[in-house]
């Protein structure tokens, strides 16, 4: 027996919990439940962060958890749990498979069958936004190599676990040569230790575009945490619904398994709603904790439930579809097909003991990292950057010069062209000539000068070397 945490979540979500449950407790599913009250309910009772900290011990305990979709409630500073829950209990990984079910479910991409490996806690959903200037306001991205090395080995072995032959990077490392391309490069590094695995990189992009017009060219598709928030979408969408697709987010010790879809509170209580993407979650779920043969009668049962017709209003269409069934009919009928096996659609064969949770991360030794300057963003409302170089040339000190001002990234001086759009945030690069060493007392000093003249300086990057190699990107057009 294995004990799972269970969230039924809001508008829809009590409906499909049920109807998944019973279908898996017919299956013969070994497993214990604990429910926890997560959602609208806890939010409206002034918890902004949607869930209780008892709960918090329940999934940490458990350390598998199926959750429902949930609401969250507009404004208010309410936070979205599931970023949180992702975070905190270091789910790096989100795993979704798309495939078509053609012809039984309409879609233009009948050979549809990708797996979209999405890195699940960093890049821009750090969150870490400030407003800079009058004009300009910043997002940081991070990407860290852990992050990069767990998401692609976890792509690879779940390529080589499920028998898929190929992985398919997407970044875009021509633009964001430091972060984007950490990950193409760490994904250059792990692929060679899988030479029974084919494996390519797209700029995302002509990536994505070739992802909606041909997805019978992907297999499994790894990227960091936007592209894949976006493209994961596109591919469940274009498989037929994204009413019909299951999530796994995978961390070293705990996993949470859902649907993609929302709680659709318009269809709420109306035995409406289509319960096959939880279902999918929770067929995950078993594979996860070992029970690959009571998931495989499920996933059969399934399919063959829609092979028959057999259909709830979102995918019911007029002469594919036999009969129109609600959520509870639905899960009946995928309960009465335990045990048979789809004719046309093929049937899926399971590998026993499919749990794939890899080894712990290990820190490499760290680098040998030599501070070469500092970048200074400054707020200044004019708009010749001569004139702003001329002002900064006063704070140089020593051997400590002024190489380069750049707006939103594009070089403007020295030799930039009168037609380039200016804002009110620049960056002035100061770098130390080869016989002086640069410290931060000198960055500091650098910005008490720059205070005592007036200027507006809003925030330092340090430019670093790790082992040689420079850590900060160049100026473009520099
Ligand atoms: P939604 O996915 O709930 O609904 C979008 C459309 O898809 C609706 O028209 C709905 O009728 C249909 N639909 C969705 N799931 C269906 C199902 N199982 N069967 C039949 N039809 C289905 O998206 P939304 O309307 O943008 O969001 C509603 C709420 O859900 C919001 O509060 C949002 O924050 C939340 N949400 C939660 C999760 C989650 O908990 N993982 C994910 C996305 C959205």
């Known amino acids: 027996m294995t004990r799972v945490t269970v969230a039924y979540g809001d508008g829809i979500g009590p409906e499909i919990m049920e109807a998944t449950l019973q279908i898996l407790k017919a299956a013969g599913a070994k497993i214990e439940i604990d429910k926890i009250d997560v959602g609208e309910k806890v939010y409206l009772a002034g918890n902004t962060s949607g869930i209780a900290p008892e709960s918090w011990d329940i999934i940490r305990r458990n350390k598998v958890f199926l959750k429902a979709p949930i609401t969250t409630p507009q404004g208010g500073g309410y936070k979205s749990l599931n970023v949180t829950t992702r975070k905190f209990l270091g789910l790096y990984a989100n795993v979704r498979p798309c495939k078509s079910l053609f012809p039984f479910v309409s879609t233009k991409h009948p050979k549809m069958d990708v797996v979209v490996v999405r890195e699940n806690e960093e890049d821009l959903y750090a969150g870490i936004e400030h407003q800079q200037t009058d004009e300009v306001i910043q997002c940081l991205k991070l990407i860290s190599r852990p992050g990069c090395e767990k998401i692609v080995r976890y792509a690879f072995e779940y390529a080589r676990q499920q028998g898929r032959k190929k992985v398919t990077c997407f970044t875009k490392d021509n633009i964001m040569k430091q972060t984007d391309g950490l990950f193409h490069r760490v994904f250059d590094e792990i692929s060679k230790e899988y030479p029974d695995i084919e494996n390519e990189h797209w700029i995302v992009d002509i990536g994505a575009a070739k992802l909606a017009d041909t997805p019978e060219a992907f297999d499994v598709v790894v990227m960091p945490n936007l592209y894949g928030d976006v493209l994961s979408d596109v591919a469940a969408q274009i ?157 140089e000190t020593n051997d400590i010069r002024l190489s380069m001002i750049t707006n939103r990234g594009i070089k403007v001086w020295p030799d930039g062209f009168s037609e380039t759009f200016c804002t009110d945030h620049w960056r002035c690069r100061f770098k130390a000539g080869p016989d002086t060493k640069m410290t931060k007392l000198a960055i500091i000093q650098l910005l008490t000068v720059a205070d005592k003249l007036g200027i507006d300086t809003i925030k330092t990057e340090n430019l670093y070397s790790f082992n040689g190699q420079q850590g900060y990107s160049m100026g473009q057009g520099q």
């Open 239 to 395: 498989a037929g619904s994204v009413g019909l697709a299951g999530s796994a987010n995978i961390g070293e010790e705990c996993a949470m398994f859902e649907a993609i879809h929302g709680s659709a509170p318009r269809r709420a209580g109306q035995n409406l709603a289509n319960p096959s993407g939880l279902l999918q979650g929770a067929i995950m779920m078993l594979n996860h904790i070992g029970q690959a043969d009571v998931a495989e009668k499920v996933q059969n049962a399934w399919l063959k439930t829609i092979e028959d017709g057999i259909h709830t209003y979102d995918i019911y269409k007029e002469g594919v579809s036999t009969d129109k069934v609600g959520t509870k009919e639905f899960a009946q009928t995928v309960i009465k097909n335990l045990g048979k096996k789809p004719a046309s659609l093929q049937p899926v064969e399971y590998a026993k003991n499919t749990s794939l949770v890899l080894p712990k991360y290990k820190r490499a030794k760290p680098a040998i990292k030599v501070l070469e300057g500092v970048d200074v963003f400054v707020h200044w409302a004019g708009t010749k950057p001569s004139e702003l170089a001329e002002r900064i040339k006063k704070v």
